[in-house]
C-alpha cells in the first residue's frame, strides 16, 4: 500500500509544547477562490489560531491566511472565521469533550492531500503548565545524552 502524498502547508510546532494533546481529527475547511490559491502557495499562519463549536458547527479563528497576490477585490479578509467540516457525531463528541474544564480545540497543522482538497488536523488538547514544559525539555535531553553515549560506545 503507498503511502498518502500530502503538501504540508502550515505547522503549529507551538502547540505540541502549549498542550497535551489527547485525540486528532481531519477536518475539510471551506475556502473562497482565492484563499485556496493563497494555501497552495503556503502563505498561510495557525500559530495564534483555535477552534470553537458554535451553533452545531466548529470554526477556527484566528488562521491568517494571506490575501492573493492577483485576487484584487475578490480577496476575503486574511483572520475571518473559516468553517471546519466535520462529520455531525464527531462535532457533538467534541462538544462534550470541550464543556470538560481545561480542553480546548487546536489545530495542529494544514495541509493539501492527494485530491487536491485542503485539510486541517484539529487536536482536543490540554494545556500545560510551566513545570510540566520543563520536565519535557529534561526527558528530551536525557534522551539525547543516551543516544550520544550509545552511538559513542558502539566505535
Not at 502549549?18 to 484563499?35: A, M, S
Not at 519535557?136 to 543516551?146: L, Q, S, V
Request: glycine content about 6%; overall charge positive; charged content about 35%.
Amino acid at each position: 500500500m503507498a503511502k498518502r502524498q500530502i503538501k504540508l502547508v502550515a505547522n503549529n510546532k507551538k502547540a505540541r509544547h502549549d498542550y497535551f494533546i489527547d485525540e486528532v481529527y481531519e477536518c475539510g475547511i471551506v475556502l473562497t477562490g482565492t484563499e485556496i490559491k493563497s494555501v497552495r502557495a503556503g502563505k498561510v499562519s495557525i500559530k495564534e489560531s483555535y477552534a470553537k463549536i458554535d451553533n452545531g458547527e466548529v470554526w477556527i479563528l484566528g488562521m491568517n491566511i494571506s490575501p492573493y497576490e492577483q485576487g484584487n477585490r475578490f480577496n476575503a479578509d486574511p483572520l475571518r472565521p473559516r468553517k471546519l467540516l466535520l462529520h455531525k457525531k464527531e462535532i457533538r463528541k467534541l462538544l462534550g469533550m470541550t464543556t470538560i474544564k481545561g480542553l480546548t480545540l487546536v489545530p495542529l497543522r494544514m495541509y493539501i492531500n492527494e485530491d487536491g482538497r485542503a485539510k486541517v488536523e484539529l487536536a482536543v488538547a490540554r494545556g500545560k503548565k510551566n513545570y510540566d514544559k520543563r520536565e519535557d525539555i529534561a526527558k528530551r535531553d536525557a534522551d539525547r545524552r543516551m543516544q550520544q553515549a550509545m552511538r559513542r560506545d558502539r566505535y
